[in-house]
């Protein structure tokens, strides 16, 4: 018999309870943040350009995008889900933004479930990304698996999450992290669409990226501490006491997210950077920008915006485009690579 952690249905219902978790309960951390509101912009009073001028296109990847911006991994595997992905995928494709979908497991073991990723056709343009949990490697997955799951998308890359401390606290998690290099080494020399290496809201390290680069993978999404916690959601889905305080003690876990930026930045100036975890605005992202990181992904606000209407998502883009702009125009700089080498960020000064 399969243990409840290789069943199908308890992987979709697990997908279930995350959106349903994420919705309703208090999931972020709240002592450990992004570390962005450390740094603070310098006012520039005469900007001497047209604020219509100022162009925040970029390319990630070898592929255009509108803005700096990428809808963070989120779902898959239930008819919400499909839905999510679906309205997630339309408003991508009219603003060129990218896009990640959630760990497609679930559609590997229940392959009728695959087209609630199928969001190609809504995206034709978009930078699309895969998932996959790179635990899975551990547990029976391999090349064909991630092949698979890239065919779903027609997905411009793969991105493989890393997760302990979410496995750790998850009921029935996959915790067996040994050797795990050497076979995400193995995949991304065997396929042909570059590899992400992402956390959860847990951070990347400086070490551990160099690590992960060493080991051939294209780019890397920090997903660092200070957003959405998930030690938190699994702890409320705990089956019991030990595990629910586990996530408890473990809900403000990791690396700040502007903490890893600077610092992997710092040993590669030209590593494929994605900054994310904790982002809620537009000032957020143009903060991560500054800080090194090529594009800034957001999950929690995507998602909150996606259960009510596709209009709330174009709403949700236009506020965050719009953001990037002011900062732009406000600090005097008319390009994404301006405002980086502009040297516009500060850290503010303690005041404690
Ligand atoms: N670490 C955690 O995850 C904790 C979560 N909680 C949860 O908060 C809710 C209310 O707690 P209660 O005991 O009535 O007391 P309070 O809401 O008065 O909070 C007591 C302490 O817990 C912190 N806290 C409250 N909510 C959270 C949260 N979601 N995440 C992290 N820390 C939090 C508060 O810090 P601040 O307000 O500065 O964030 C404060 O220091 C409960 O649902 C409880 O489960 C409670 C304690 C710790
Ligand atoms: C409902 C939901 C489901 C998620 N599922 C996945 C997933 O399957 N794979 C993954 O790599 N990240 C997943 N994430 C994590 C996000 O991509 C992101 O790294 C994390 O939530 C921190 O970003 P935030 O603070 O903006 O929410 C999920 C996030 C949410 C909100
Ligand atoms: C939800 C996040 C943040 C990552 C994936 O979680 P799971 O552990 O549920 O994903 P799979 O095992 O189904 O790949
Ligand atoms: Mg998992």
Known sequence: MNSP??????????????????????VQFHHVTSGLESYKFHHCC?????????????TFLGKRLGAPLLISSMTGGTQQAAMINQRL???????????????????????????????RKYA????LFANLGAVQLNYHYGLDECLRIIDILEADALILHINPLQECIQP??????????????????????????KEVGNGISAVMAEKLL???????????????????????????????RLGRTFADWGL??????????????????IASGGLRDGLDVAKSIALGADIAGLAMPFLQAAVVSEAALYDLVQVLIAEINTVLFCTGNSTLNDLYKSGSLRKKISTK
């Open 124 to 127: 034709p343009d978009v930078l």
């Open 5 to 26: 952690n290789q069943n199908p249905e308890y992987t979709q219902s697990r997908k279930a309870d995350h959106i349903r978790i994420c919705l309703e309960e208090d």
């Open 256 to 273: 700040p997210t502007a903490e890893c930026i600077t610092s992997i930045r710092a040993i590669s100036s030209d590593v494929p950077l």
């Open 172 to 197: 029935n998690g996959d915790t067996n992290f040994r050797g795990l290099l050497d076979k995400i080494r193995f995949i991304c020399s065997n396929i042909a669409v570059p590899v992400i290496a």
């Open 46 to 58: 005469l900007p001497e350009i047209n604020r219509d001028d100022i162009d925040i296109s970029t």
């Open 214 to 244: 060493g080991a051939g993978v294209a780019a890397i999404d920090v997903a660092g501490a200070g957003g959405t916690s998930w030690a938190k959601v699994e702890s409320e889905r705990a089956e019991n006491a030990l595990q629910k």
């Open 89 to 119: 995928a339309k408003v991508a494709q009219q603003y060129k933004i990218a896009m990640g979908v959630g760990s497609q497991r679930v559609a590997v073991e229940k392959p009728q479930v695959a087209d609630t990723f199928a969001i």
